[in-house]
C-alpha cells in the first residue's frame, strides 16, 4: 500500500540527509555549520537559530548538502514559520521625474560655461603663439641617467614589489542580542565590554582576529558584504579566531 505522508521540512530534510548516508558531522563540515545548527534545523527549532539572513542562509546551504532544492524547502520553512523567515526588506529607491532630470542637467551646463569661457580664453592666445613660431632645430639625444634633485634616504635603489594578495578585507560584526564581546585584532584589544542590540562593528582583517563572547548565535558576520556562517547557538561560549589565511572557510557556501 502507498506511503501518502506528507512530511514537514524538517522531518524530510532528516530522511534526505539519511538517504545520502550523510551523518550530521559530516554535513556540518561540508557547510561550515555546526552540528548544533543542523539537528535544530531537523528538529524544526527555527527559532534557535542564529536571526536574520543567517537562517535563510544555513536552510540553503544543508537543503543543497542534502540533494534537496534550496528554494524549495526554503519556501516549505517559511510556510511553517512565517514570522521567523520572513524576506528581507528590499529598499525602493524613487526615480526622479524628467522635469528635475532636465533642470538638473541645465543647472549643470550653466555651472559649466564660465569654465569652458575661462580656457577658451586661456588657451587660444597659447595655440597662436605655438602655431606662429617656427619649429625648433632637432637636437641630438644624449642618454643621461635619471636623478632625483634630492637623494633619499639609503639612496637609489630598486622599489619594493607590491604585495597584490594583500587585498583590502573587512569583517562586520552585528550583534542581535545584548551579550559580552571581546575583540582583539593583531594583538590589540579593539571592543571588549557588553554590546547591545543593533550595534556594528566594521573591522579591517589584518593577520587574525580573535572574537571572545558569551552568547554565539548573537554575534553574526558579513566578510567583504557576504554570509558568514554561523558561529554557534543560542548560549554557546563564542571562541573564534578568523585568519587572512582561512577567512574563506568561514562564508556561508549557497
Known sequence: MADHRVLDPAARLREAREAKGLSLRQVADATKLSVRSIELLEK?????????????????????????????????????HPALLSAPVTAVVAQPSARSSFQTGLAVISGMLPLVAGIVYFVLPMTRSVLSEPAPKPVAARAKPARAEVVPVGGFGDVPATDTRRVPVVVTLTISSRCQLRVVADGNEVVGRTVEQGETFPLDLGDELLLFGDNASAVQFSINGQAGRSLGAQGDALSVRIGRDDYQDYLVRH
Open 44 to 80: 524544526d527549532s527555527v527559532d534557535s537559530l542564529p536571526e536574520g539572513i543567517y537562517r535563510r542562509a544555513i536552510i540553503r546551504a544543508v537543503a543543497s548538502e542534502v540533494g534537496l532544492k534550496p528554494e524549495q524547502l526554503l519556501n516549505e520553512f517559511t510556510a511553517r
